[in-house]
């Protein structure tokens, strides 16, 4: 699964030392994590373990306290999420923020509405949307105009992926974007995912099922208690080292020879919701 095509090139995120405390509770204690265009990294780690802090401070949520963030090579800050959406990072979070009164392309466009002479910009807002939902190869909607409380689960899933890369976004993170989807359309989401990666994005995948991890994963990164306990290709590790690590902070496990990922899909377990 892994692009090696990426190996040797400067990641497009990478994060060193990054802290964060709220009061006298640690929840990131200086987690360093490497995050390459073209690659789909998994962010793993069981309750309390500080995936969703992790990821509020890549989103401009929450500003860490100490530590250094590097986007293309560069240091920044990221301050808010405004400052975020302009490097080019956006997050579907799994409540998705979509509106179930509105048609997708409305949702696509909410808040960002294209405007003509004044007016909404209707067909021109309705191309674009259909650009880049066929860009993603998102084929299963009826119709863009049909009402978003309309659509199953993978479909909204969809709709909201979408959404999130039609603004020249880089890095695309997702909040358990399998959570309570069915066989099919979790099928049809691991898909919409790993063509984000094959389309040149980096894509960050928080999710508790292992399954899906290690069906579109190129790297996972394992995070226990704040700290990053496990990080690199996918192919090093198996289902049992990734339960240890996530549960425990250590494993004996050996990284995984390349047939044990063979045997991650018999693991059936769902771990680490945050």
């Known amino acids: 699964m892994a692009n090696t095509e990426t190996e040797g090139v400067e990641p497009l995120l990478r994060l060193r030392g990054i802290k964060k405390h709220f009061g006298a509770v640690e929840a990131l204690a200086g987690v360093d994590l490497d995050v390459p265009a073209g690659q789909v990294t998994a962010l793993l780690g069981d309750n309390g373990a500080g995936k969703s802090v992790l990821v509020k401070s890549?989103?401009?949520?929450?500003?860490?306290?100490?530590?250094e963030i590097f986007w293309q090579?560069?240091?920044v800050r990221v301050p808010s999420p405004r400052a975020s959406?302009?490097?080019?990072?956006?997050?579907?979070?799994?409540?998705?923020?979509?509106?179930?009164n509105l048609d997708v392309v409305q949702n696509m466009f909410l808040g960002r509405e294209r405007l003509s002479g004044?007016?909404?910009d209707e067909d021109e807002m309705e191309r674009a949307a259909a650009k880049t939902l066929a860009g993603l190869s998102v084929t299963?909607?009826?119709s863009i105009r049909a009402p978003v409380a309309s659509l199953s689960g993978g479909q909204r899933q969809s709709i909201a992926v979408a959404k999130a890369v039609m603004w020249n976004s880089k890095l695309v993170i997702l909040d358990?974007?399998?959570?309570?989807?069915g066989v099919a359309q979790t099928k049809q989401v691991l898909e919409l995912v790993r063509r984000l990666a094959d389309q040149g994005l980096a894509v960050i995948m928080i999710s508790h099922n292992l399954n899906d991890v290690f069906a579109v994963a190129d790297r996972v990164a394992i995070l226990h208690l704040g700290h990053m306990v496990g990080e690199g290709k996918?192919?090093?590790?198996?289902p049992q080292r990734v339960v240890e690590l996530m549960t425990t902070g250590r494993s004996t496990r050996q990284p995984a020879a390349p047939e044990a990922l063979s045997q991650a899909t018999v693991y059936s377990g769902e771990l680490g919701k945050d």
């Open 73 to 75: 090579g560069q240091r």
């Open 58 to 67: 890549i989103a401009g949520i929450h500003e860490p306290d100490d530590g």
């Open 176 to 181: 358990e974007p399998t959570a309570a989807l």
């Open 234 to 238: 996918a192919s090093e590790f198996d």
């Open 118 to 120: 004044g007016l909404l």
């Open 85 to 100: 959406a302009a490097l080019g990072i956006e997050v579907v979070y799994q409540d998705l923020a979509l509106c179930d």
């Open 140 to 142: 299963t909607l009826r």
